[in-house]
């Protein structure tokens, strides 16, 4: 079984900073790509950023320059160090993590349950 747990979430002033991590647990999943999601109130989920197994980074843009991805292979953990955070990054914040649970099934997406950020003005 494979589970996903998000943690470093809070409430931040504007301009302030924030480390959000996610551990995957699941003795045989190796996740191909792992990223960060988020969902504002009425609004789609949509990509933070992504990273490859081999550290390959994708950013949104309203994350370049601010949002910097990165994971521990070994300890299947994922991190999001945020900057300068805005207002409008006020969202709950979800892990995500695709690969196969064990060699023989396909791969698949895994979420977490999500870590409300908020950031005041």
């Known amino acids: 079984q494979v589970r996903v747990v998000e943690s470093g979430g809070g409430l931040v002033q504007a301009g302030g900073s924030l480390r959000l991590s996610c551990v995957v647990f699941?003795?045989?999943?190796?996740?191909?790509?792992m990223g960060w999601y988020r969902q504002a109130p009425g609004k789609q989920r949509e990509l933070v950023a992504q990273i490859s197994s081999g550290g390959g980074t994708n950013y949104a843009d309203s994350a370049k320059g601010r949002f910097t991805i990165s994971r521990d292979n070994a300890e299947n953990t994922l991190y999001l160090q945020m900057n300068s955070l805005k207002p409008e990054d006020t969202a709950v914040y979800y892990c995500?993590?695709?690969?196969?649970?064990?060699?023989?099934?396909?791969?698949?997406?895994?979420w977490g349950q999500g870590t409300q950020v908020t950031v005041s003005s």
């Open positions: 699941g003795s045989t999943f190796s996740p191909n790509r």
């Open positions: 995500n993590a695709y690969g196969k649970r064990i060699y023989y099934e396909a791969p698949r997406d895994y």
